[in-house]
C-alpha cells in the first residue's frame, strides 16, 4: 500500500548572510530537498501570473461542444477544466515524445512557455535563485536556456469517495529521466494544504541514487523498480506548503510527485532543472538512447561518474 502524504512547512532555518546555512546544507543531504522562502521577485511574479492566465485562456483547446469557458475572475469556473482530448504525442521532430501544452484533466502543463525570456528571468536565471543552486551544486553550472514550463493543477467539484484516506492511490510516485542533478519547483501563489502541493518522499534521493549505474545520467539498475515501490510503501511523502515566491530544490534522484488536490485553489508552479556545466549529447544522441525530453534542460552528460558510497562527492556540498 503506498503512504499517504503529510502536510509539510519547511522550519525556518536560514541565518542572516548566508545564502544556505549549515543547518539548511544538512536538512537538503538528509531529506533530498529544501525549500527557500521569497525567492521570486513579487513584482515580476505578478506579471508573469498575468501573462501566464492570458496564455492558458488563448492556448489550450477547450472540449467540443463544451460550454465551459474559464475565467480568471469567476472561481468556479476553475473546477474540472473541460479540455480537448489530446491528440497522441509526436513521434519525430523537434517535439517528439510531448506535445508543447499537455492537458490532462486537472493538469495543464505549458511547457511552451518554459523558454520565455520572463520565465527564465523569474526562476533559473534569478540571481537569488542561482545562488542557492551554486552553493548546493556547484559555482559553474549551465546558463539555462529553458525549464520544463509552467505545471497547473485545477481544483475539482466532487467530493473524493473514501475520503482522505483513500487518497494515496492518486499519489504518483516516479523519479525523472534524462540527467538528473539539482531540480527545482517556484510556487506563483500561495499553495494551501491539499491543494496540489508538490509533493517529496524525504530520504528517498539516497535509496534511489544507489538503483543507478551513473551519478546523474539516466541509468537505473536492476534494482530501481523494487526500489521505487519500496520508498512508495514505506516513506510517508511530503506534500509542501509555501507561500508565493517560494522555491522547492530537489535532489535529482527524489522520488516525488504531483501533490493531492482537495481544495478550490489552482496550484501553480514552475519546474526547472539545474545541471553542471559539463559536456553533453546533441539532441540525435538523446533520440538514439529514448532519453529525448526536449522541454527539459537537463541533457545527459557525455562522460558521468558511476555511483559509489559518496553521493556528494560531484557536488559543492561534498567539498
Ligand atoms: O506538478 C507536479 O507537482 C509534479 C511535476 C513533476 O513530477 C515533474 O516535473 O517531474
Ligand atoms: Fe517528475
Redesign the pocket.
Known amino acids: 500500500m503506498r503512504k499517504l502524504s503529510v502536510v509539510f512547512e519547511m522550519p525556518d532555518l536560514t541565518r542572516p548572510d548566508e545564502v544556505v546555512s549549515e543547518a539548511e546544507k544538512d536538512f537538503f543531504c538528509e531529506h533530498g530537498f529544501l525549500v527557500k522562502r521569497r525567492l521570486l521577485d513579487p513584482d515580476k511574479m505578478e506579471t508573469s501570473l498575468d501573462r501566464i492566465w492570458t496564455h492558458l485562456i488563448a492556448k489550450v483547446p477547450v472540449k467540443k461542444g463544451s460550454t465551459w469557458t474559464l475565467s480568471r475572475d469567476d472561481a468556479s469556473t476553475w473546477k474540472d477544466p473541460q479540455w480537448a482530448e489530446m491528440s497522441p504525442h509526436p513521434i519525430d521532430g523537434p517535439f517528439q515524445g510531448r506535445h508543447p501544452i499537455e492537458h490532462m484533466r486537472r493538469?495543464v502543463?505549458l511547457h511552451d512557455l518554459g523558454n520565455e525570456d520572463f520565465i527564465l528571468d523569474l526562476l533559473p536565471n534569478n540571481p537569488c535563485v542561482r545562488k542557492v543552486a551554486e552553493s548546493l551544486l556547484g559555482p559553474d553550472l549551465r546558463v539555462s536556456t529553458r525549464i520544463?514550463g509552467v505545471?497547473v493543477?485545477f481544483p475539482s467539484e466532487s467530493v473524493p469517495e473514501g475520503g482522505l484516506e483513500d487518497q494515496a492511490r492518486f499519489l504518483?510516485p516516479?523519479t525523472?529521466q534524462v540527467c538528473q542533478q539539482l531540480?527545482a519547483?517556484g510556487y506563483l501563489d500561495d499553495v494551501n494544504p491539499r491543494n496540489?502541493?508538490?509533493?517529496i518522499y524525504p530520504g528517498s534521493h539516497k535509496r534511489m541514487f544507489q538503483a543507478h549505474r551513473y551519478e546523474a545520467n539516466w541509468s537505473p539498475l536492476k534494482s530501481f523498480r523494487d526500489t521505487l515501490q519500496d520508498v512508495a510503501e514505506t516513506i510517508e511523502p511530503y506534500e509542501i506548503v509555501a507561500e508565493k515566491g517560494s522555491v522547492v530544490f530537489w535532489h535529482g534522484r527524489a522520488v516525488?510527485?504531483?501533490?493531492i488536490h482537495l481544495g478550490a485553489d489552482i496550484?501553480w508552479?514552475l519546474?526547472a532543472d539545474f545541471t553542471q556545466n559539463r559536456p553533453v549529447l546533441t539532441d540525435d544522441e538523446h533520440k538514439d538512447v529514448d532519453q529525448y525530453e526536449w522541454f527539459k534542460d537537463a541533457k545527459l552528460f557525455r562522460s558521468d561518474v558511476p555511483v559509489g558510497d559518496d553521493m556528494w562527492r560531484s557536488w559543492r556540498l561534498g567539498n
Open positions: 493538469v502543463k520544463r505545471f493543477v504518483g516516479h525523472d531540480n519547483c496540489g502541493g508538490f509533493t516525488h510527485s504531483v501533490g496550484r508552479a519546474f
